[in-house]
Structures are given as C-alpha cells and as structure tokens.
C-alpha cells in the first residue's frame, strides 16, 4: 500500500499538469527583470490581493525576512503571538537580518486581539525599545489552522494606525482562510501594509512564495531579496507552477477542510485525546490525557504507512492536502478505529 503523508501540505508533489505547464514555461533572467512569466505571476497576486505591487521570492521564510528587513530598524520590537512561525521555524532569522526584538502575546489559537496588543505596547521612553511592527499569522500553523475574520482585522488595522505600526501578515496559508471565511484575498491585504504567502503549501508548489505591498516597499524589497541571495534567474519555471495552481488548486482547498473535519472525528472518537476543530487544514491531537505520548502513536502509524507529525511530545499534526484523497483518508480513519482497540493505546 502506498503511503500516506499527512505530516504537512509542503509534502505535495507537482500534478502532471503542472509539470506540463512548467515544461511550457517562457523564462527570461529575473533578477534583469526579463521573466515573462514572473512578471505575469507578480502582477496577478497584485491585483489580486489589490496591491500595487508584488515579489516573487524563494521561500515564506524569505518573504517574511524581507518584510521584517524594511518594516523594522536595529532594536524595534515586533508584536507577534509566541506560537507565530516567525518567532518558532525561522531559526531566529528577524533577530540576524533584520536585528530587531520581539513583543510575545500568549493568544488563543494565535489570533492575537486589540487589548492583547495594547497590553504589550511599550510607552514612549528610552529605557524601552520601540514597538513598531505588528506581525499577525492568518491562517495560524501553530494555532490549529485557525483564521482571523475581516471585523477581527479591521479591528488591528485601526489599533497598529492609532499606535503608528505596521501591519505584516504572515499569509503562508492564506488562501485556506479566504476558501474557509469566504472572504476575497484583497479584504485581508486591504488591512495589511504588506503580506507573504505560499504557493508550496496548500497550493502544490515545488518552490516559492509572494510578498505583497506598496510600490516602494516591493522596490527596496527587491534589494534585500538579491542581499538574501534570493535573486532568482530563470525563475519562470516556478512562477508557471504558481499560476497553475492559481488557476487550479485554490477552490479545491474546500475539499482539504472537509477531509481535516473527517479526520478530527475519528480522532474524536479516541478517550482521553482533545482534539482541535479544525477550521481548515490542519488537525491538532494532544496526548496530554492519554497514558502514551504523541511520538508512540505517530510510530504506530508510520508501522502502517502514515506519517504525521510530533510539533511537541504530547501533540500529533495531520495536515490534509491535494495528495491525499477520500480513498486515503477512509484508510486513516480505519487505522484510528483499529489502533484505539489496541492494547498499547487502548485506556
Ligand atoms: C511554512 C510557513 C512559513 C515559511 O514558509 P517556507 O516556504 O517553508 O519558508 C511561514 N509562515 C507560516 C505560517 C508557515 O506555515
């Protein structure tokens, strides 16, 4: 039997037609400027996000060191949820590139509010560093998958202008909260002065990410991508990839979110495990109330061909996306039902 990989939606692999359509790619050199099709997968996530400008660059991780980069000086202090995915899986890079601090706020399922940012604010004194960004992760990995609704944003947006912040969002998985709100992608950029998000997650991507903003951010943007090394040259093999799956893979992430509902009632049905409701993609199952820990369970299913992931020793992580069908997802749902009966996890 083939196997099963829920650990992430980064696993996905390029369908045959997008390969097809990475094979019938024009390219040209990007960092010249002369990617025909870069240029055409810049200017439709603008418009789409209803941005004046947009950066096609290698990674999320690169996208949000750009934004941290022009956003911030040397000692300015980032606002950001402890769970945020810059301040957990960045390897501390914002410290590195762009040196500035950061502001943590324990927040339900990441969603930070206006009293949770206002409470770490910093006054006006130079014994405290600056706050000057706010960083806000839309949908939240580490908080379940779970997204912000537009009032909830609109309500940030006017505390970061009355503050004189700015507004990053880290929008890796942006396109899960637009299809599970049913909200257009420019109602979140609209409250944003920049965004990133993925294409080499939900999307099916091999490679790459896109940041959005004003003209002269994207400007000074360009500079830090080539500082980074992040200066692409016939890039328009994977702006190809994007603009299929723009094309292709966005309203399909409705089917993701129903598999994670499925999968979050198996795992339901489990004494003794909380499971999250799943918003969109990702399905969180924590083993605190159980006698065996996450990485017990995770081995026992990766004995029968599932891998998931163990983000911390009482958590498991099951991530549905466009390689895993509803054939897959009855055969995950069969293993829980017969690992529950069994004697090492049974309670
Ligand atoms: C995956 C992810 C990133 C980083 O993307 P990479 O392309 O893996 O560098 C950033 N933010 C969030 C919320 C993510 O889930």
Redesign the pocket.
């Known amino acids: 039997m083939h196997p099963i990989d829920l650990r992430s939606d ?1 696993v996905t692999t390029p369908t045959a037609a997008m390969r097809q359509a990475i094979a019938d790619a024009e390219v040209g050199d990007d960092v010249l400027g002369d990617d025909p099709t870069v240029n055409a997968l810049q200017a439709r996530c603008a418009e789409w996000a209803g941005k004046p400008a947009a950066l096609f660059v290698p ?6 060191l750009v934004a941290c980069r022009l956003h911030t000086s040397p000692g300015d202090e980032v606002i950001l949820d402890r769970g ?3 301040y957990r ?2 390897a501390g890079g914002f410290a590195v590139v762009a040196g500035c601090s950061v502001a943590l706020v324990d927040a339900r399922a990441g969603l930070l509010d206006a009293a949770l940012v206002d409470a770490a604010l910093r006054p006006d004194d130079v014994h405290q560093p600056r706050s000057r960004l706010l960083w806000l ?1 839309n ?3 580490f908080g379940g998958g779970s997204c912000y609704d537009l009032e909830q944003l609109a309500a940030l947006r006017g505390l970061a202008d009355a503050r004189g912040l700015s507004l990053h969002i ?1 929008g ?2 942006v396109f899960n909260a637009c299809v599970a709100q049913g909200y257009a992608l420019s109602a979140v950029a609209q409250r944003a002065d920049s965004m ?1 998000f ?1 294409f ?2 939900g999307l099916g991507c091999p490679v790459g ?1 896109m940041l959005v903003g004003e003209a002269d951010f994207i400007e000074r943007a360009r500079r830090v991508r080539k500082m980074l090394g992040g200066g692409m040259r016939q890039a328009g093999v994977l702006a190809a990839a994007a603009l299929h799956a723009l094309d292709h893979h966005v309203e399909r992430l409705a089917d993701d979110h129903r598999r994670a509902r499925v999968l979050a009632d198996a795992l339901g049905r489990w004494p003794g495990l909380s499971v999250s409701v799943p918003e969109t993609n990702l399905v969180f199952a924590d083993t605190g109330g159980c006698h065996f820990d996450a990485p017990a369970l995770a081995a026992a299913l990766a004995d029968e061909g599932i891998r998931v992931l163990c983000p911390t020793p009482l958590r498991l992580r099951f991530v549905t996306h466009l390689d895993v069908d509803d054939a897959d997802l009855s055969r995950v749902v069969g293993e829980l039902d017969r690992l529950r009966q069994d004697a090492r996890f049974a309670g």
């Not at 990674?59 to 949000?64: I, R």
């Open positions: 980064t990674s999320g991780t690169m996208a949000n945020s995915h810059l899986y960045e992760e949908t939240h990995n880290d890796a998985r990133s993925c080499s997650k990410s």
